[in-house]
Every structure is written in structure tokens, then in C-alpha cells.
T-cell receptor, first 114, second 115 residues
Framework: GEDVEQSLFLSVREGDSSVINCTYT??????LYWYKQEPGAGLQLLTY?????DMKQDQRLTVLLNKKDKHLSLRIADTQTGDSAIYFC??????????????FGTGTLLAVQP | NAGVMQNPRHLVRRRGQEARLRCSPV?????VYWYRQLPEEGLKFMVY????????ESGMPKERFSAEFPKEGPSILRIQQVVRGDSAAYFC?????????????FGEGSRLTVL
């Protein structure tokens, strides 16, 4: 089935690290993504990781991928109040080489306390 | 460069009326996706279209919902005889053709409220 699961809520203090976890189902996913949604807005791509990688770092963001367990995580270092948003993980569902469809998780609401 | 443009941003309809949501993809993108976000839920895939073709409509309710992406003009998501359960944010996304990272570019959504 197509199920991407995330915890619903995470609260951290400003300056701490945040870790958002996700489990996915499609082992053939070529890319896995993290999107951010601010209140009342659409989704913006934060980062993605190619499935043959274990880790990707991009400034304050670190993505870890465990393909064996189908587990993806997003670590945000030095979390700021502006990072408060909903974070969605997504996997790709391919059409035999054609462009993909993304399956999204339920989203994790990150609340950053000052 | 304009991103994905959706309109209207907010739409209020009474039960039984029709809702039409429009989406203009990023210039040059020929793939359009519609997602629905119900209150306090994640994004659920509805339909994937290329110009003049529906590629995957596995997430579309069988009745009352239809989508098109004509050769010219925006993609339209049409909901006939709306019910309260249709109240949601509807997001359109687009991507360029061909193999790529699969990144989707999202619009800001159309928020439908059914009274």
C-alpha cells in the first residue's frame, strides 16, 4: 500500500535541534522529500535525498535515510521560531520511468518555543 | 518567473452548487497534480494530468469530481453538487516533463468552504 507515516506533533525550544521522523512503504522510491508548509500557504520543497544516499546535509538541515527500515529523518539544527510549520515527508511512486507521483505523509507540526 | 497560480484562493459554496478550481502551472511545465488537504490531515493525491490526458485519477472520488488539463489554458478541478465534506484546501502542483528529481512545485491552494 501507499502509506507514509509521521508523528503528528513536535515541540522544541529555540536553539535546540529538531528531529522529524518518517516511515515510507515503497522501496523503489527513487527520491524522498521533505516539504515545509507555513500557515495558510502551499508546500515548499526543503530538501530531497536520492535513494542511493544515506545522508545529505544542507546548511542546518540533515537528512538521514535508512533504506532497510524504510525510515527517513529530518534534523534541523539550531531551530528558530521561523521554522515553526508543518513538515511533510514524501515518497515517489513511479510510472515505469515516467514522471512520478508523490505520496505525502500526514505531516508533523513543529512548534518552536522561544 | 511566475510559480503555480491557483484561483480562487478562497471559495464559498452552498450545498448542491458547483465549485471550479483553476491552476496555471509553472511556465513550461506539462504535468499537473491535484491534492486535497482536509482539516488536520495530510495531503491526499487526487489526480495527475498531462496536457489533454489524465494519467492517474486513482485518488479522485468516483462521483461529482472531474479534472482536465486542456491544450490551452489552465487545469480545472470541478466538483459538482458540493457537500460539506468537500470543504478542504485543494492544492495544485506542477513538474516539468521527463525524468528529473520529481520535485513538485506547489501553488498556494484554493480553500473551499461548503455551507
Amino acid at each position: 500500500g501507499e502509506d507514509v507515516e509521521q508523528s503528528l506533533f513536535l515541540s522544541v525550544r529555540e536553539g535546540d535541534s529538531s528531529v522529524i521522523n518518517c516511515t515510507y512503504t515503497d522501496s523503489s522510491s527513487t527520491y524522498l522529500y521533505w516539504y515545509k508548509q507555513e500557515p495558510g500557504a502551499g508546500l515548499q520543497l526543503l530538501t530531497y535525498i536520492f535513494s542511493n544516499m544515506d545522508m545529505k546535509q544542507d546548511q542546518r538541515l540533515t537528512v538521514l535515510l535508512n533504506k532497510k527500515d524504510k525510515h527517513l529523518s529530518l534534523r534541523i539544527a539550531d531551530t528558530q521560531t521561523g521554522d515553526s510549520a508543518i513538515y511533510f515527508c514524501a515518497e515517489t511512486l513511479s510510472y515505469g520511468g515516467a514522471t512520478n507521483k508523490l505520496i505525502f505523509g500526514t505531516g508533523t507540526l513543529l512548534a518552536v518555543q522561544p | 518567473n511566475a510559480g503555480v497560480m491557483q484561483n480562487p484562493r478562497h471559495l464559498v459554496r452552498r450545498r448542491g452548487q458547483e465549485a471550479r478550481l483553476r491552476c496555471s502551472p509553472v511556465k513550461g511545465h506539462s504535468h499537473v497534480y491535484w491534492y486535497r488537504q482536509l482539516p488536520e490531515e495530510g495531503l491526499k493525491f487526487m489526480v495527475y494530468l498531462q496536457k489533454e490526458n489524465i494519467i492517474d485519477e486513482s485518488g479522485m472520488p468516483k462521483e461529482r469530481f472531474s479534472a482536465e488539463f486542456p491544450k490551452e489554458g489552465p487545469s480545472i478541478l470541478r466538483i459538482q453538487q458540493v457537500v460539506r465534506g468537500d470543504s478542504a484546501a485543494y492544492f495544485c502542483a506542477s513538474s516539468p516533463s521527463g525524468r528529473d528529481t520529481g520535485e513538485l512545485f506547489f501553488g498556494e491552494g484554493s480553500r473551499l468552504t461548503v455551507l
